[in-house]
Structures are given as C-alpha cells and as structure tokens.
C-alpha cells in the first residue's frame, strides 16, 4: 500500500510538472489584468443568458416560450457554459501551478 501511495504521488508531481512545463510558456507574462477582461466575458454571457429567460418570461406570461425562443435561449445557455468550463480550467491551472499569475 505505501509503495502504490509514493507511486501516486510521484505521478501527481510528473503530472504538474507536464502540465506546468507546457501551459505557463504559452502565457510567460500574464496577469491579473490579462486575465479580467476573460472574466467579464464570462460575466457578460450569464447576464445575457439570465436576460434572454427574464425577457421571455415577460413576453411569454403564462404561456409556454415559443421553439425559437427556446432555441436562443438554448444558445445562450451553450455559450454560457462553454464560457464557464474555460474560465474554470484557467482557474485550475492557477490553482494547480501550471501557470504564474504576476499580481
């Protein structure tokens, strides 16, 4: 048991020492300035998404929202979503040490 536990950790290390050895070149001089205008992309997305359902709500009533509606909804949600997993796995990467942040 102790020798699959020094074998797991070393794969972790080899695992951010890849990850860290490939992601942070991409990006030597980022910052945290760098990195806001992506967040508020991501901002940006919820907002209109959020809007898209408040806007048919308003529209709709009581009434089911019509297939197009749904559909740019649907997109927007997609969009969204993307957004958010990108956003996230740069997060990770900081998080992880794959990539320095200049504060």
Same mark, same amino acid.
């Given at each position: 048991?102790? #020798?699959?536990?020094?074998?797991?950790? =070393?794969?972790?290390?080899? @695992?951010?020492?890849?990850?860290?050895?490939?992601?942070?070149? +991409? $990006? /030597?001089? @980022?910052? +945290?300035?760098?990195?806001? *205008?992506?967040?508020?992309? +991501?901002?940006?997305?919820?907002?209109?998404?959020?809007?898209?359902? $408040? #806007?048919?709500?308003? @529209? &709709?009533? =009581?009434?089911? /929202? &019509? *297939?197009?509606?749904?559909?740019?909804?649907?997109?927007?949600?997609? &969009?969204? =979503? =993307?957004?958010?997993?990108?956003?996230?796995?740069?997060?990770?990467? @900081?998080?992880?040490?794959?990539? #320095? +942040?200049?504060?």
């Amino acid at each position: 048991m102790a #020798d699959n536990n020094r074998l797991l950790l =070393e794969l972790e290390r080899k @695992i951010t020492q890849l990850n860290r050895d490939t992601i942070n070149p +991409v $990006f /030597p001089d @980022i910052g +945290v300035d760098d990195i806001a *205008p992506v967040m508020s992309m +991501v901002a940006k997305s919820r907002a209109a998404y959020l809007k898209e359902l $408040f #806007d048919i709500g308003q @529209i &709709s009533g =009581e009434d089911l /929202p &019509s *297939p197009e509606q749904i559909n740019k909804l649907k997109q927007l949600r997609e &969009s969204y =979503e =993307e957004l958010v997993h990108a956003s996230q796995a740069l997060e990770t990467a @900081i998080q992880r040490g794959y990539l #320095d +942040v200049k504060i």
